[in-house]
């Protein structure tokens, strides 16, 4: 399946596990540090309700594209309710914005990763698209996620994903676990290491920190 309809059925999958949220959960925190529920659904609408003019001057005056997406992120939660948010990724899931330099990998990556965030601190999931994850995982893992993996985090490791019955990655060290958790920790989600196992844990751990 093209990567660009894995986005859309991930985005209206995502959109439908979303309205079954109760109000008080949206302000719930995110895996996301210092993200409620509701600012990670807002991030999620950002390449259709902020122009690419303003996302630039965003992240220059905030210093870094962390600290731009953030002050992005927070001041469209303001601007869209959550019933809005998810109405955005319903609306818009076949959306093609991809980041400059990336293809669509990135946002699918994206709407996987901070589904994770929102649902798994609620005890929640959507139920995974194995196809999807497959190509989340492989793009990830291989050394070329620029903005998502810093360089060098998976190097000597094989991400063996036990959901998929796939391995990513030819090194010594095993690290196994579904493959949404090792998107997850990959992209630095270190909450997420309680889900894997293997030989490889401790050194992907050792290096969540990396920039």
């Not at 630039?56 to 939660?77: E, F, K, P, Q, Y």
């Amino acid at each position: 399946m093209d990567t660009f309809d894995l986005i859309a059925r991930s985005r209206l999958a995502l959109a439908d596990e979303l309205d079954r949220l109760a109000p008080e959960d949206w302000s719930h925190p995110s895996l996301c540090a210092g993200w409620t529920v509701h600012v990670v659904a807002a991030h999620l609408n950002i390449p259709w309700s902020v122009s690419t003019p303003a996302l630039i001057t965003a992240v220059l005056r905030s210093g870094g594209l962390d600290r731009g997406m953030h002050r992005l992120s927070c001041t469209l939660a303001e601007r869209l309710d959550p019933g809005q948010c998810v109405a955005g990724l319903r609306d818009h899931a076949s959306h093609r914005f991809t980041p400059p330099g990336s293809g669509p990998e990135a946002p699918l990556s994206d709407v996987l990763v901070h589904g994770n965030d929102m649902l798994y601190p609620l005890g929640r999931m959507v139920e995974p698209d194995h196809e999807a994850l497959i190509t989340a995982l492989g793009w990830l893992s291989a050394g070329r996620a620029r903005g998502f993996v810093p360089r060098g985090r998976a190097e000597g490791l094989t991400l063996r994903a036990t959901d998929l019955d796939q391995t990513f990655g030819s090194g010594d060290r095993v690290v196994s676990g579904p493959a949404l958790a090792l998107c997850s920790v990959l992209t630095g989600r270190t909450s997420m290491i309680e889900e894997l196992s293997g030989p490889g844990v401790g050194v992907l751990a050792s290096r969540l920190d990396r920039r």
